[in-house]
């Protein structure tokens, strides 16, 4: 199931004009507060009406200014998951999920909302009200009350605001089951660019209402400030508490070595390396005290926006893509050029989980 849209609306004085798909899997839309976000998917659910434009759904379009089309919100089949959960006070946890099989093709029963309870970790709070829940859980419902309307597009928008960290780390995990076992297409909002990294395969960068790219998130969402140019890429964590005291990461280039990580085996981890923090080297490196040396190859060199003395050194990794930055003279010296392999010899990485970078290390 692919969402494609290109639309217009202008709202006062900010005008919304944005190009883009999302297809399986999360698709982010990812950029400060007041970017368009949220009036990207609120026009997609049919709650605002473009000015003009097209978006379909698969083969159904669901908006159509040309051809007079605006599908209603009852009809357009998609879940949405606010900032607050919205649940009916008066209703049971049960009750409020199977209020979402209003919305579905009819085929959802009694044993389907017990299902998803079960699925959601809920199981033990169907017979509660919604005053007597945590934030987290109610967030839960919400989820499921969307996933029972039976969705071809499930539309989150920032359902991490307001929880404490805890909280966040646990919506977070349910999301990645929603995503891996239930395989519901998801358009993810975000301004958090480490929810981004660990849970979408596809990211659009929206900014004063329009569309600047899309693409894999570690390839487009740089490093914090802090880092200066860094890449982010995805790893897990395979081997830890080893006799030598570290932790062994695999990712999809290679693995990588850092003191004892602590995290469950198995968990999906990001990994932010700093440009500054890349050494290159034109064959394998011996006789260093670095661990973390991963073969590459050479994507594309740019004048750096640091420094007119240095060039930027864009490299592939796997599939994930790293950064390199190395004066003009080491570029012309070692003769760099797109389509050479390389060797990255990786001085510290900086490893974030659910709330921004946790640590930097040197291995």
């Keep these: 199931m692919t ?15 944005v190009n883009l798909a999302a297809g399986a899997g999360v698709t982010a839309l990812f950029g400060r507060s ?10 997609v659910a049919g709650l605002v009406v473009p000015d003009g434009g097209r978006i379909q759904l698969g083969e159904s379009v669901l908006f159509d200014s040309q051809a007079n089309i605006d599908v209603p919100v009852h009809k357009r089949r998609i879940g949405m998951v606010f900032q607050d959960a919205r649940l ?15 919305f579905s093709d009819g085929s959802v029963t009694r044993g389907d909302a017990v299902a998803m309870a079960e699925l959601l970790g809920l199981g033990d709070l169907l017979s509660r009200k919604p005053g007597s829940l945590s934030g987290g859980e109610a967030q839960r419902v919400a989820i499921g009350r969307a996933l029972l309307s039976k969705p071809r597009l499930l539309m989150m928008d920032e359902p991490l605001a307001g929880l404490d960290q805890a909280r966040k780390a646990d919506i977070l995990a349910l999301i ?4 891996d076992v239930v395989g519901v297409p998801i358009l993810y909002v975000s301004h958090a660019r480490d929810e981004v990294l660990r849970l979408a395969g596809h990211v659009a960068i929206i900014s004063d209402g329009t569309c600047l790219d899309q693409g894999a998130p570690q390839a487009l969402l740089a490093g914090s400030g802090t880092a200066g140019l860094a890449r982010t890429v995805r790893a897990r964590l395979v081997l830890k508490n080893s006799s030598d005291g570290l932790s062994e990461l695999s990712l999809s280039g290679g693995r990588l070595f850092l003191p004892q ?19 290159l080297s034109l064959t394998p490196p011996e006789g260093l005290s670095a661990l ?3 073969a590459c190859e050479i994507t594309e060199l740019r004048a750096s926006g640091s420094s007119p003395f240095a060039v930027d050194v864009m490299l592939r990794c796997g599939e994930d893509a790293l950064a390199a930055q190395v004066t003009r003279r080491s570029a012309e010296r070692m003769g760099l050029r797109p389509g050479m392999p390389i060797y990255a010899v990786i001085k510290s990485v900086a490893l974030a989980q659910t709330s921004g970078v946790m640590d930097v290390v040197a291995i």
Excluded: C, W
Excluded at 176 to 179: D, S
Excluded at 262 to 278: C, F, H, K, T, Y
């Design 88 to 102: 009916f006070p008066h209703l049971s946890v049960l009750k409020n999920l199977r209020y979402g099989a209003r």
């Design 261 to 279: 990580v602590d995290a469950p085996l198995g968990q999906a981890l990001s990994v932010e390396i700093a440009a500054r923090d890349v050494m």
């Design 3 to 17: 969402l494609t849209l290109a639309i217009q609306k202008q709202l006062g004085e900010f005008a919304l004009d």
């Design 292 to 294: 973390n040396v991963l």
């Design 34 to 43: 007041g970017a368009g976000k949220s009036t990207i998917i609120k026009a």
């Design 176 to 179: 990645e089951k929603v995503r």
